[in-house]
């Protein structure tokens, strides 16, 4: 109950606030960065006026589609807010270890040496640009067996947001990287 009353707390807050407060984080949609009693840190993805379905549900269900398949997908969930029955999406972050450490990860726009949203590199980024970059830093077949499970869902799906800024590699102590789990 006391969680519930703190996100609908949140949605008081005006959008522009959210914006400055989560500007930390990616993408156009406003977020914030929650913490339950727990511990836990989760960003809250907030639904806005005009959007042309439930984003909240329709992210939180391509979550669930693609854990189905086998590929490591973050923890998300979907809170009604009291009262305002608005729907927000909860992602746990999964970019810090229980100790709140950042993990290091490095995104395929580094691995593979473009950017997809400069003008030269503009659509020149796919996934085999994705797989020579895997080859390079951890070449075993599961991590490439998840890249195609990954492509198939993205086209299966068509994901926009699927681009080489957007998926990245968790870097190991021993230099390996894996797969960040599926955002």
Known sequence: AAVDGYLGRLREIPDAMVRAFSAGEAGARPKANVQFPDGSEWIAK????????????????????????????????????????EEVLLMRRYDRNKQGVPIHRV??????????HNPVDYGTVDYLD??????????????????????????????????????????????????????
Not at 48 to 68: K, Y
Not at 107 to 116: A, H
Not at 142 to 170: C, P
């Open 46 to 85: 907030f639904n806005v006026p005009g959007d042309s379905c439930n984003l909240a549900r329709m992210e939180h269900l391509v979550h669930r589609i693609t854990q189905r398949a086998g590929i490591e997908t973050i923890q998300s969930k979907v809170l009604v807010i009291p009262g305002s029955g």
């Open 130 to 183: 994705f797989r020579d970059a895997i080859l390079k830093t951890a070449p075993d077949a599961d991590e490439i067996g998840k890249l195609y499970k990954m492509m198939i869902i993205g086209v299966a799906l068509n994901d926009t947001d699927n681009h080489a800024r957007s998926e990245e590699r968790r870097v190991g102590k021993e230099g390996r990287s894996r797969w960040s789990p599926y955002h």
């Open 107 to 116: 995104p395929m726009s580094v691995l593979v040496g473009k950017e997809n």
